[in-house]
Structures are given as structure tokens and as C-alpha cells.
Nanobody, 116 residues
Framework: QVQLVESGGGLVQAGGSLRLSCAVS????????MGWYRQAPGKRRELVAT???????NLADSVKGRFTISRDGARNTVYLQMNSLKPEDTAVYYC??????????WGQGTQVTVSS
């Protein structure tokens, strides 16, 4: 079984920064795609950013220019650097690891709260 553990969430003022980490219990090289998703109260879970094994990244339009996703294969960890945070970024952030659409794993989530 694969375990994903997120960390780095917290309370920050608007304009501030946070870095989320996702530690994986196995080599992240076995996954085609690693990603971050978020879910705000009363809303559906949405994609924030993904990164492929080869390092190709994809970011939601709402976070482009502010967030960066990266991966460290030696540490089996994926990061989400979040800058210029806005109150609308408040959500529970989830890490995802996917070999394919049928073989995917989720972390337990970490809360990010941005105050205005």
C-alpha cells in the first residue's frame, strides 16, 4: 500500500507564502503523475497543479504565476510552493499520486487558511 503524507499547511495572511510537502512511502518514479488538489467548504475538489515523471508541469489558471509544483525523487517528495496567497486559496489541499486513472492514491489533506 502507498501512503502519502502532506505537511506545511497553516494560517497565513493574504500576500504571504507557504510550501506544502507530500512525502510518499514509495519511490515517486513509479507514478506517471503527481499532483495537488484542493477542496474549499461547499465546493468540489479541484485540480491545482500536476507534475509528470519527466517534470512537465500543469497549473490551474487561478494559480499560474503564484504557485509552483516540483518533485524530489531522492526524497520521494512533491512540493507546492504557494506565493501571493489570496483568501480564495483557503481550502484543504490534497496530494495525489497516479500510475493511471485506475491506480491512484490520496493523502489525508492539509488545511490552508488565508486571512484577509
Amino acid at each position: 500500500q502507498v501512503q502519502l503524507v502532506e505537511s506545511g499547511g497553516g494560517l497565513v495572511q493574504a500576500g504571504g507564502s507557504l510550501r506544502l510537502s507530500c512525502a510518499v512511502s514509495r519511490s515517486i518514479d513509479i507514478f506517471n503523475t503527481m499532483g495537488w488538489y484542493r477542496q474549499a467548504p461547499g465546493k468540489r475538489r479541484e485540480l491545482v497543479a500536476t507534475i509528470t515523471r519527466g517534470g512537465t508541469t500543469n497549473l490551474a489558471d487561478s494559480v499560474k504565476g503564484r504557485f509552483t509544483i516540483s518533485r524530489d525523487g531522492a526524497r520521494n517528495t512533491v512540493y507546492l510552493q504557494m506565493n501571493s496567497l489570496k483568501p480564495e486559496d483557503t481550502a484543504v489541499y490534497y496530494c495525489n499520486a497516479a500510475r493511471n486513472m485506475f491506480d491512484t492514491y490520496w493523502g489525508q489533506g492539509t488545511q490552508v487558511t488565508v486571512s484577509s
